[in-house]
């Protein structure tokens, strides 16, 4: 398949980004905020650690896409998952702004469009080399 590049970097940018959040979870909050007086933020370690196992689904199904499509959907699923998880935990304590518009739109929405896309040619490639045998 010709976008297992692309599984691959989704899968190190998911990766990396949840691993700043479960290691640095409260000063990466605090610089999204654009706020330094904020209290400890709660629940870094368990949105970072959904963050890396995206990342690591999505990685991993990018060596055998057919194979391997139900951890490319489960990597998808993830990132549906650390969206929500980010707005039930977050949201109602930061305000609307710059740098948390790029983590929610770039990280977090924005690669939700590429993975189905290739999760979608993926399923229709399997679909069609089943034909085949059938």
Known sequence: MPHRGLLLLAGIYAVLWGAFF????????NWLAMDTGLEVWQGTVFYGSLGMLAGLL?????FYPLSWIYLMGLGIISKVASLVTFLALYMGDMDWNKRLGFHLIFNELLWLIPLSIIFWKALQVKKYLKSLSG
Do not use: E, I, M, N
């Open 22 to 29: 479960r290691w640095f979870g409260p000063t990466v909050l």
């Open 58 to 62: 999505l990685f991993l199904s990018a």
